[in-house]
């Protein structure tokens, strides 16, 4: 299987909460497009230095990853960021990454949308089986 890339939209998630509170006006919700690389292998959602100026996101502290090439960097946390794909979203912390790196989507916020990398067509797509709404598995949960 190839590189899979994708588009999604990324939104400051404060500023949607003072649209919503009536403190600001919905044009000064800050948002942008971004075509990201799907990255199953990492876990969090990360944005370059650039995206992470535009959207305004506050700083969440800092935190250590493992590179591909098994060094180990420390990288700032920021967010909240709401992630959109198709009929999905998210809201979650994002990792930024120096300069004007490609931004990654990674297994966390792909879990909560569910959606699935489907090899066949090298693209990113809402789970099948799920098409109109992201479903949960909740197995330790049992009502009755």
């Known amino acids: 299987m190839g590189l899979v890339h994708t588009d999604i939209e990324l939104i400051n998630q404060d500023d949607i909460s003072l649209f919503n509170s009536g403190y600001i006006p919905e044009d000064k919700v800050r948002k942008?497009?971004?075509?990201?690389l799907v990255d199953s292998g990492a876990y969090m959602m990360c944005i370059n230095e650039e995206i992470r100026n535009q959207l305004g996101f506050k700083s969440l502290g800092y935190e250590s990853a493992t590179l591909a090439n098994g060094h180990i960097e420390k990288y700032e946390i920021v967010g909240p960021v709401t992630i959109v794909f198709e009929n999905r979203n998210t809201i979650c912390r994002a990792l930024v990454l120096p300069g004007n790196n490609q931004c990654?989507?990674?297994?966390?916020p792909m879990e909560d949308m569910d959606v699935v990398i489907n090899p066949k067509l090298q693209k990113l797509v809402v789970n099948p089986e799920h098409p109109f709404m992201a479903q949960k598995t909740l197995k330790g949960l049992s009502i009755v």
């Open 32 to 36: 942008t497009n971004v075509n990201v």
């Open 104 to 108: 990654l989507l990674g297994a966390i």
